[in-house]
């Protein structure tokens, strides 16, 4: 995979689930159908919207087979590989590469705290255990540790990590990031949905999505549209997720994604308890905000 081919609007998927909570590939390539024909430009299983926590290595690495037999080359799967301990890190992001995954997403390790340093030898040593593209995942409110900006311009010398998504909701966190890889062939991308737009004229490749599992059409727009120098159609895009991402403060994003997939007929099912449920506020809102989606035409 070369590293131009990292751009463009990547959902982050979202695992099916039947109610008993086991998994569901029929579903699972009915949704990844979806993107694909959507229009989006790479397919994430196995991200914060995957559900990866909450499930086995096995799980993850049967959700990866499945995504890529349903994708079949059409676009490049990035497989999310991340774990608290660099050896679990290592032994799941060599059975991705054997598996056929493009490229790597390697989430920061989580619980325990970490310096910069044991970050550097953490990334790098999984990066060395494989031949594919690696890219970082910043996601700081959720690991408790971030990615500094100095780090990041050490670990980009690594040869194949390529790219890294942040995820801090902070604009000049990517800004830091842009500055630190300047002139190099490396993928910033966007991993907060509402900053989508804004990345992209930073000079991002594209973005890691999770409201492309409800919206898909709308977020390949965004891209498409900045790409072809329509910045008026592009903020229309940017801005008709804004009610959407408003429903987030009532609980885990991961769910208000999930359900919102659920309510527009899409049955992907429950995040695994206990991240389940939506206040009777928060899904009233919900179904509110997607009823007026829906009557604009978003998809």
Known sequence: MKTNQIRGIIPAIVTPFHDDESLNEAELRAHTRRMLDAGVHGVFPGGTNGEFFAMSASERLRVLDVVLDEVDGAVPVYAGTGAVTTREAIELSVAAEKAGASALSVITPYFGAASQPELIAHFTAVAESVSIPVILYNIPA???????????????????????????????????????????????????????????????????????????????????????????????????IRALRTVFRHGNPNTVVKIATGLLGRPVGPCRRPFSSLSDAGLAELREVLDADQARGMR
């Open 142 to 240: 959720r690991t408790g540790n971030a990615i500094a900006p100095a780090t990041l311009g050490e670990l980009s010398k690594v040869p194949n990590i390529v790219g890294i998504k942040d995820s801090s909701g902070n604009y000049d966190t990517i800004l830091q990031y842009l500055d630190r890889v300047e002139g190099q062939d490396f993928a910033v991308l966007c991993g907060n949905d509402a900053l989508i737009l804004w990345a992209l004229l930073a000079g991002a490749s594209g973005s890691i999505t999770g409201v492309a599992n409800v919206h898909p059409e709308t977020m390949v727009g965004i891209y498409e549209s900045w790409k072809a120098g329509d910045l008026e159609a592009a903020k229309r895009y940017q801005s008709s």
